[in-house]
């Protein structure tokens, strides 16, 4: 079993801030040749961790994102292996191991509006540097809104809890609320438990005219009830 070791237990990582790049794998790039690209000994790196934990490097595919930090000429490496965990590369001692440990990210709440100029996915990733709002309201509205058909000047606007970590985000965004127009039509999307209720500005209207009628009937049996 992989030991899951705590940051605070055994690391400066929380006491000294450490400024990270995140890049992404590069296509067959073997973990072995990163660590010899960075002047550090393969042979001598793979027999001092676990045997486990090599599965997990070896499982490091094309395009997988990382962090990485090179302050003072010592080598710290994140690389995530899922949404709550992260291989931990760093120096202990005189040589450099591996930890799995828990992957520190803040949760953050944002409301994006965007005019479509291009098309929704660019110009949210162009507006938030997030390119997956898009996706993570295509999803809420996939039987409302063919997001295809967008044209220029709709409006589309998401509020939406995102994940970071150092600032970059991190997940697929949780949609709290959606809105678009699209010409005439509206259509707004509320979050409620794990689904999500839609409306439509027609239905809006419905609404408002039968809670208007309903109002009318109440005032008029108070007056015949008077007289």
Not at 87 to 100: E, N, Q, R, W
Not at 113 to 125: L, P, Q, R, S
Not at 150 to 155: N, S, V
Not at 201 to 226: A, D, G, H, M, P
Request: aromatic share 14%.
């Amino acid at each position: 079993m992989n030991r899951l070791i705590f940051f605070f237990l055994f690391s400066s990582y929380f006491l000294v801030a450490t400024e990270y790049q995140l890049k992404s794998w590069e296509r067959g790039l073997s973990f072995g040749e990163y660590l010899n690209r960075n002047n550090i000994d393969a042979t001598k790196f793979y027999s001092s961790i676990h045997k486990s934990d090599i599965t997990y490097l070896n499982s490091i595919m094309k395009g997988t994102p990382y962090f990485e930090s090179k302050e003072n000429g010592e080598l710290k490496v994140l690389i995530p292996i899922g949404d709550e965990m992260q291989l931990y590369i760093h120096k202990k001692g005189d040589k450099y191991g591996l930890d799995v440990v828990p992957i520190k990210y803040k949760k953050q709440r944002e409301t994006i509006a965007v005019t479509i100029k291009n098309n929704c996915y660019i110009d949210f990733k162009n507006k938030s540097r997030n390119g997956k709002i898009a996706n993570s309201l295509k999803k809420v509205f996939r039987k409302y809104v063919d997001f295809t058909k967008l044209k220029k000047g709709d409006k589309v606007v998401a509020t939406y809890i995102q994940k970071s970590i150092d600032g970059f985000p991190w997940g697929e965004p949780e949609v709290i609320a959606g809105y678009i127009k699209r010409g005439n039509r509206e259509y707004f999307a509320i979050k409620r438990g794990k689904s999500y209720k839609i409306y439509s500005n027609k239905e809006i209207k419905k609404v408002k005219f039968v809670r208007c009628r309903v109002k009318r009937r109440r005032k008029y049996q108070k007056i015949s009830q008077i007289h």
